[in-house]
């Protein structure tokens, strides 16, 4: 079974989307998804509710997600840590254990950042879930190609 774990600052607005619109995209296609924060902030929260709204709109459930941070075990436990930033990445290239075994890479597929939605209006959420709706496809073909 193939694993993704998707990471944003806070784990309240774009790794928790993230989760929500791979699960729905991958239709059970035996991935095990889930997300986490860099920082543990809002660790037992749930998703942000802009980012709910607007991904809930499209028909994406975030039912059961709660913010945790990252932890070492993540990077034995999944194949695939996927940062929604630059500054993310950067943050878990400094906590990867040198015999991790997860493939970390930012999320987006032309190397870009996912924005931070957080400080902004409604239309920096409707972006996100844009951008993350063309990402979690390009991901579930990658990994449909290599099992």
């Given at each position: 079974m193939t694993s993704v774990l998707f990471v944003c600052l806070g784990n309240i607005c774009r790794s928790p989307t993230a989760e929500a619109v791979f699960r729905a995209r991958s239709k059970g296609e035996g991935i095990r998804i889930d997300s986490a924060g860099t920082g543990a902030w809002h660790a037992g929260e749930g998703p942000d509710l802009r980012s709910r709204a607007e991904g809930e709109s499209r028909g994406?459930?975030?039912?059961?997600?709660?913010?945790?941070?990252?932890?070492?075990?993540?990077?034995?436990?999944?194949?695939?840590?996927?940062?929604?930033?630059?500054?993310?990445?950067?943050?878990?290239?400094?906590?990867?254990?040198?015999?991790?075994?997860?493939?970390?890479?930012l999320f987006l597929p032309d190397g870009e950042d996912v924005p931070d939605p957080y400080y902004g209006g409604s239309d920096g959420f409707k972006d996100v879930v844009d951008l993350i709706e063309v990402a979690a496809d390009h991901w579930l073909a990658k990994m449909c190609a290599q099992n």
């Open positions: 994406y459930s975030f039912s059961g997600q709660a913010a945790r941070k990252v932890r070492v075990q993540d990077f034995y436990e999944f194949d695939y840590v996927l940062a929604m930033d630059a500054s993310n990445l950067s943050d878990l290239k400094a906590i990867r254990p040198h015999d991790g075994s997860a493939q970390l890479s």
